[in-house]
């Protein structure tokens, strides 16, 4: 069974940078992974992925501005989020899958969620 726990979310002033983290219980380097978020009254939005080789893939709302990465030897995820804005607000969540691929894919394996508040 594949654990995704994520951390680092918290509330920072617009410009701000915070930096997510999703620890996960399986060695990642068989995983496709990404980052997702859902606002209030928004459908769930696909962030940034990252695949097996870590060639990532943004949406266009945080290219430029948020980055995505992987330490396959600590099994975590990364996402670094900079520049950030009040509408990057959300819970943002880590999934995992062995055969997904990109934002629109469908992940097996979700995490419980970290609040990102920008104000």
């Known amino acids: 069974h594949v654990q995704l726990v994520e951390s680092g979310g918290g509330t920072v002033q617009a410009g701000g940078s915070l930096t997510l983290s999703c620890r996960a219980s399986?060695?990642?380097?068989?995983?496709?992974l990404a980052w997702f978020r859902q606002a209030p009254g928004v459908g769930r939005e696909g962030v940034a992925s990252?695949?097996?080789?870590?060639?990532?893939t943004y949406t266009y709302s945080v290219a430029g501005r948020f980055t995505i990465s992987k330490a396959n030897e600590k099994n975590i995820l990364y996402l670094q989020m900079d520049n950030l804005k009040p509408e990057d607000s959300a819970i943002y969540y880590c999934?995992?899958?062995?055969?997904?691929?990109?934002?629109?894919?469908?992940?097996?394996?979700w995490g419980q969620g970290t609040q990102v508040t920008v104000s």
């Open positions: 999934a995992a899958d062995q055969f997904a691929f990109g934002l629109s894919a469908q992940y097996r394996y």
């Open positions: 399986v060695p990642i380097n068989r995983y496709c």
């Open positions: 990252i695949d097996r080789a870590g060639s990532p």
